[in-house]
């Protein structure tokens, strides 16, 4: 990978991390944000169901901005989530709830992916679920509990915007790939390109690496040509994926 312009297109709170494993790589990383990170503009319904957290039997995370929003709320409402049961969808986001929420996180499933978690839970009739995501997120996951008996409290705990700053237009647009970390990255992408006055077609032709089969779907309804899904639905398979492609 040593001198291939790699594109990170994850919110700027985000994008050290892949940023590092990309640059221990020899890549050559552009930022280029296309997501940003606000609360909702109503925060009650998520503040009553964090007041009301002890009636749940699981709290159910799919993001590390999941876990950074609660911990927001609960700083600001004073208080703790530390004795609730709780599954996440991948590792990252477990490592994240450890140390942000001080949770002890019971499940994450073998495939880091929506359907896995849901298949995982195992939900009986009556089980009671609490599920913070993405004012955007997809009712997939809050679908399937439901239809297991779970009764679910899907709340909007952060809202995704478009993001902004990073490197200008042109110059993405002479990278070799684009990493895209969930659907809203994909799609805000395309949306600020065409914003900033580049050419969308351009862009469609750069290699697309996606972290799972959700973002890679997104990736070729927004025609991206060549999109290549990280095997493993880490930042590190993301890393992995692009290595592999490009060479070590």
């Not at 109503?42 to 002890?54: F, I, K, Q, S, V």
């Not at 089980?127 to 913070?132: N, S």
């Not at 990493?179 to 900033?196: K, L």
Request: proline share 4%.
């Amino acid at each position: 990978m040593n001198g291939k312009r790699i594109v990170v297109t994850r919110a700027p709170h985000q994008a050290e991390e892949l940023s590092k494993l990309l640059r221990a790589h020899g890549a050559d990383v552009l930022l280029y944000p296309c997501i940003e990170i606000v609360p909702p503009e109503d925060t009650g319904e998520l503040d009553n169901a964090l007041r009301h957290a002890a009636d749940f039997d699981w709290l159910v995370l799919t993001s590390a901005n999941t876990v950074e929003a609660l911990r927001l709320r609960c700083e600001a409402l004073g208080l703790s989530l530390r004795e609730m049961q709780t599954a996440a969808v991948g590792p990252a986001t477990a490592d994240a709830a450890r140390d942000a929420l001080g949770v002890a996180v019971q499940l994450v499933p073998e495939e880091h992916e929506a359907n896995a978690l849901a298949a995982a839970l195992h939900v009986q009739p009556g089980t009671r679920v609490f599920l913070p995501q993405a004012a955007i997120a997809r009712s997939t996951l809050r679908d399937q509990l439901a239809a297991g008996g779970a009764d679910v409290t899907a709340v909007a705990a952060y809202r995704t915007v478009m993001g902004r700053g990073g490197v200008d237009v042109a110059d993405l647009l002479r990278a070799d790939a684009l990493t895209f970390t969930s659907s809203s990255t994909v799609e805000n992408c395309t949306a600020r390109v065409r914003d900033e006055g580049g050419d969308v077609d351009v862009l469609l032709r750069l290699h697309a690496f996606c972290i799972g089969p959700q973002t890679a779907h997104t990736a070729r309804e927004c025609g991206f040509g060549t999109i290549i899904t990280a095997p493993v639905y880490t930042l590190d398979g993301l890393v992995e994926a692009l290595a592999g492609y490009f060479g070590r």
